[in-house]
């Protein structure tokens, strides 16, 4: 391993702490200009001075120095599912690295562990097929999704090989990325940002995975069709269509009463109205202002019940009670500090059996 510091890895964890490099500066009692140069490979950063940023930026020296730990990120595709447009250069970078340190601890601490999914993730060219709602019709069939409302997506996603991690990305505007390298050894990720509704959380995992599933590179058009991909997915057309017709701005109780079936929020159902006709233009105007009257443009009454994913936990799991593992040497393999893994994941167990996944010590 080089005992140099990696530039790229320097400005990534910088990133993930939301630090310009003045700031970062200031804390390891390094000049900022000496910061910018490490960050630009115009000198090198070892000794005293690599334990100083290590030391400022909470985090091992073997992150900064070892150059394997950056293989992927590079090439990488991530997926964003935001609220909102307005959010700062700094802030998209910081959710960005964020995204992808969990990839690297994701990575590190499922070697020696074979995670093995009961049907095959595939990509399908949106291209060739042409629309994202038939997209999500094949993969329901594809993957044999009973009709009628998915129960539950979180554990279908795992099924699949999908990891999902929750972490706080310090803003609202931001529901999640997802990121499926082109290396088959490394599994799709989408990092989930907490506190959201049960609802948004389901909507949310679904467009990511549309991106997964449909976008290799993204495109002017991929939010619109990974939406219409989630929304074909949780609720077919064929099957919520009849639910919906006749439907008017009183029937905000009958909206109430399909969210707990479907499991989607009554703004994502009268969304879903207007896609199969069963409002007019009009009609969802109307109905967009009653939720702004209402104060539901943000969250809702009625809420579900939470999904958890499991498979980071069982991994975990798995670890120490069959490989034996320590605190220490788990928070090793996921590149963090012990009291930074301890914050992070020190207190996770499963809270259910494993479902339609195995996680199991690799040969």
């Known amino acids: 391993m080089s005992t140099l510091a990696q530039p790229r890895m320097v400005a990534l964890v910088r990133d993930a702490k939301g630090w310009s490099q003045e700031e970062l500066a200031t804390a390891a009692g390094l000049s900022q200009g000496f910061i910018s140069k490490v960050e630009n490979g115009l000198t090198d950063l070892a000794g005293d001075q690599l334990a100083a940023l290590a030391r400022a930026l909470e985090c091992p020296v073997s992150l900064l120095t070892d150059p394997a730990r950056l293989q992927g990120l590079e090439v990488s595709c991530l997926h964003h599912r935001r609220r909102h447009s307005k959010m700062t250069a700094a802030k998209k970078r910081q959710i960005e690295a964020i995204t992808n340190l969990t990839r690297i601890s994701v990575e590190g601490l499922a070697a020696g562990i074979e995670i093995v999914p009961e049907v095959q993730l595939h990509r399908i060219d ?194 120490r009670t069959e490989h034996g593992y320590t605190e220490k040497e788990l928070a090793a393999a996921a590149a963090m500090l012990p009291r930074t893994f301890a914050r992070r994941y020190g207190g996770q167990r499963p809270s259910q059996p494993p479902t339609r996944l195995h996680v199991v010590p690799s040969r």
């Not at 629309?131 to 997506?153: F, K, T, Y």
């Not at 990121?179 to 990720?189: C, I, M, S, V, Y």
């Not at 939010?223 to 009183?250: H, K, N, V, Y």
């Open 126 to 319: 949106i291209d060739s097929v042409g629309d994202a709602a038939e997209i999500a019709r094949m993969v329901r069939a594809a993957w044999r999704v009973p009709s009628g409302p998915i129960e539950n997506l979180t554990r279908l996603l795992e099924a699949l090989g999908v990891v999902i991690v929750a972490r706080a990305l310090g803003t609202s505007a931001q529901d999640a990325l997802s990121t499926w390298p082109t290396d088959p050894a490394k599994p799709p990720l989408m990092v989930v940002n907490t506190g959201l509704p049960a609802d948004r959380y389901r909507f949310t995992l679904a467009h990511e995975l549309g991106h997964m599933i449909m976008h290799v590179l993204p495109s002017d058009t991929q939010e619109a069709e990974a939406d219409a991909f989630a929304s074909e997915l949780l609720a077919p057309a064929a099957e919520i269509g009849p639910q919906l017709a006749g439907l008017t701005t009183r029937d905000i109780p009958r909206l109430l009463a399909l969210k707990q079936q479907w499991r989607i929020s009554v703004a994502a159902l009268i969304r879903r109205a207007k896609d199969v006709g069963a409002i007019s233009d009009r009609q969802y105007r109307q109905f967009w202002m009653q939720l702004g009257q209402l104060g539901w443009r943000t969250r809702e009454p009625g809420e579900l019940s939470p999904e958890t994913p499991q498979t980071l936990q069982r991994i975990l799991q798995t670890h």
